[in-house]
């Protein structure tokens, strides 16, 4: 494969390439536009399958262009597992993604598009839905090697094996629960199993086959039944709970090595394979020669992704030119904003914002780092008028300035959701029904919109009295976890310490900065020792539910409810008495508000302003605290507005079609270039 690239880089100096755009489909309810250029590329058949050998790489021919592109992420971003059907982390998927297909795709503007299916739709409004796959698609090993055609038989696979309580515990189990017949049936059916049982099935066992709601008509057609009239379920073909896994692939490693997946041992489907890793280094994605896009999207000849302790130490690596793109810090973009003499004072570029909305997010079940219940922190975070306490009075803005020191207010975030997911027949984003129900206010530009002194002071007197008498010590104590190796998540925590004692003064709440040395899940999230955790959650697929559902009380498949607020456990593993069983009733009400909204399948509009209210009965209850959105100035040689676009699903950061400059862009340019996008 190296000795390919090599070949790639020689004749790249030779033939001109054009670029050409993305992919059309067409379907009952969903279409996307497509354009194209000339392309030069030459193809050899391969006789044994249905798939095609490229021996060209089509790439941007524009004179600037970059053709080997180097990115970074920072080491509390290293990819944790390569099994696409387990991982529920977006670090996981900005690899992933680029791995191995699914279904669909997005386009820059977010509407979905083919990917290994070319058509899709529903005839009866939504109980059914049909896929017609490509019949050029296959799986490759790393090192491009064909290994097996891609058919339909292979998503009843992947399916089987996420539904498989002995193979996939019960990752990405919640969307097919909540939207395939007979998902949770089998589910608990493996559940139940012997493990040796649950590990024989395959997805032509009579067991999978006649229960779930998912055929494979032919090699090239597929049909998924759901469990109600789900006119957004195409929208969750985006998301890797539907991805494919080919049978040939577990009959050589097995479930232990599907469980224990490599880089090396993986097969691909996607645009690119990996071809090196060294975690916690360096990984090197090339092209996957059999891909059926390579007509249709243009790529680089590789992709070096360098494992990096800051962006601090990233800047200097752009500076360099060993970086192609960098998000800046609070220090490196003042220094820079306030001098216009700087060699990258024109160069500043406000990148596109993201697509997680971040929140702290409490545990409600936490631990000392002795093995015994935090018993102050426990109590007090039960109690709704200290957690109100801190939706009036903790000022983030400081905090807020560490993503951008220029706009710091365009980060704020008063939601759960996310903006832009859903809109009513009337064109109203989702959010604003949110923000009618919480009756929020607009911000003045300068302060947070839920922030109000007069509630704060009065929230914080009636939890001191409260919590007093019921033992809790003052000031509470808020264990905050960070990694121990980066010096820029260490600036941005004195940050909010700070915060947190400016608002709420140190005889009240203190906040203490705590390390972890390699992994923040099984640390510190897993044994319970975080009071509190910042996390973004980006949707899934196009529906509040998916928001909405990952903290409901008494659900396994609830992902912030399992793994951070820990409220399933807040009675103890013996049934001890709760800390607050105001606190329980809550989840109890906002839960059956979720699920009430849920049963409203007929009437969108209706389904969302059911959804308004529960998330608005959330955040008045605060059983999580709204954070901020990422807006980061960046310099950069890679036009953000190039790149998928995508609110839900996984889709965001395949290396397709990205416009480059190997000269990097300056602030007009990305003017122009956001203009251009919202006209």
């Not at 090192?143 to 058919?151: I, K, S």
């Not at 998301?239 to 040939?248: D, E, K, M, R, S």
């Not at 494992?307 to 800046?328: C, E, F, K, P, R």
């Not at 007197?461 to 905050?480: M, N």
């Amino acid at each position: 494969m190296k000795k390919f690239v090599a070949f790639m880089l020689a004749l790249a100096m030779m033939l001109s390439l054009a670029a050409c755009g993305g992919s059309s489909s067409s379907s009952s309810s969903s279409s996307s536009s497509s354009s194209s250029s000339e392309e030069s590329s030459t193809e050899t058949e391969v006789a044994t399958s249905g798939a095609k050998y490229y021996d060209t790489i089509n790439m941007d021919d524009s004179e600037d262009a970059i053709t080997d592109l180097v990115i970074y992420q920072v080491t509390t971003g290293e990819v944790e597992t390569w099994n696409w059907l387990n991982s529920q982390s977006a670090t996981d998927f900005y690899v992933l993604t680029n791995l191995v297909d699914g279904l669909l795709t997005n386009d820059t503007k977010g509407e979905l598009c083919a990917n290994l299916a070319t058509e899709w739709g529903t005839d009866d409004n939504g109980l059914t839905w049909t896929f017609t796959l490509r019949e050029d698609a296959c799986w490759v090993d790393c090192d491009g090697n064909y290994m097996a055609d891609l058919t339909a038989q292979d998503f009843l696979t992947g399916l089987e094996y996420v539904l498989n309580a002995a193979k996939n515990g019960a990752a990405n189990t919640s969307m097919p629960i909540a939207l395939i017949e007979g998902a949770e049936e089998y589910y608990e059916y493996t559940a139940g199993l012997s493990e040796e049982e649950a590990l024989a099935l395959t997805a032509e066992s009579e067991e999978f086959t006649s229960v779930v709601g998912i055929e494979a008509v032919d090699d090239y057609t597929l049909v998924y039944t759901c469990l109600f009239e789900c006119t957004y379920f195409d929208t969750v073909a985006t998301y890797n709970c539907l991805y494919p896994l080919a049978q040939g692939l577990l009959d050589e490693i097995g479930v232990e090595g599907m469980q224990a997946l490599t880089y090396d041992t993986m097969w691909c489907c996607g645009p690119y394979t990996v071809t090196y890793f060294e975690s916690g280094n360096e990984k090197v994605f090339e092209p996957n020669p059999y891909w059926w896009g390579n007509d249709e999207y243009t790529r680089f000849n590789s992709v070096t992704e360098k494992m990096i302790d800051s962006n601090d130490t990233a800047y200097t690596l752009y500076q360099s030119g060993d970086l192609h793109q960098v998000t800046l810090t609070e220090s490196t973009l003042t220094t820079i904003y306030s001098d216009t003499s700087s060699t990258y004072y024109d160069y500043l570029c406000e990148g596109v914002r993201n697509k997680y909305s971040y929140q702290i997010h409490f545990c409600y079940d936490k631990y000392t780092e002795d093995g015994e219940k935090d018993d102050n922190w426990n109590t007090a975070i039960a109690n709704e008028a200290f957690r109100k306490s801190w939706y009036y009075g903790l000022d983030l803005t400081t905090y807020l300035a560490r993503t951008n020191s220029i706009n710091p207010l365009s980060c704020e975030n008063n939601f759960y959701s996310m903006s832009g997911l859903v809109y009513t027949s009337d064109g109203t984003d989702y959010t604003e029904l949110v923000k009618a129900n919480l009756g929020l206010s607009d911000s003045d530009g300068e302060t947070p919109a839920r922030l109000d002194s007069e509630l704060y002071e009065q929230y914080k007197a009636q939890a001191i009295e409260e919590l007093t008498a019921a033992g809790v010590t003052f000031p509470v104590e808020v264990d905050y976890y960070i990694s121990s190796s980066s010096q820029t998540a260490l600036d941005t925590a004195n940050v909010l310490a700070d915060a947190f004692s400016e608002c709420f003064g140190d005889d009240y709440i203190v906040l203490n900065i705590k390390t972890y040395v390699s992994s923040l899940s099984t640390e510190v999230r897993d044994p319970h020792l975080g009071s509190i955790y910042i996390n973004g959650w980006g949707a899934d697929y196009g529906d509040p539910d998916n928001f909405l559902t990952q903290e409901v009380y008494g659900d396994d498949n609830a992902y912030y409810s399992v793994y951070y607020s820990c409220i399933n456990d807040f009675y103890g593993e013996d049934g001890d008495e709760a800390y607050s069983e105001e606190l329980i009733a809550t989840y109890e009400e906002y839960t059956a508000l979720v699920e009430a909204a849920n049963e409203i399948t007929d009437d969108l509009d209706a389904r969302y302003e059911a959804f308004a209210e529960a998330e608005a009965y959330m955040l008045e209850h605060v059983l999580v605290l709204p954070c901020n959105y990422s807006v980061t100035w960046e310099l950069t040689c890679v036009n953000d507005y190039s790149k998928i676009y995508a609110v839900y699903g996984s889709q965001e950061r395949r290396f397709l079609n990205w416009e480059t400059n190997i000269n990097g862009y300056k602030t007009e340019d990305y003017e122009a270039f956001k203009e251009e996008y919202y006209s």
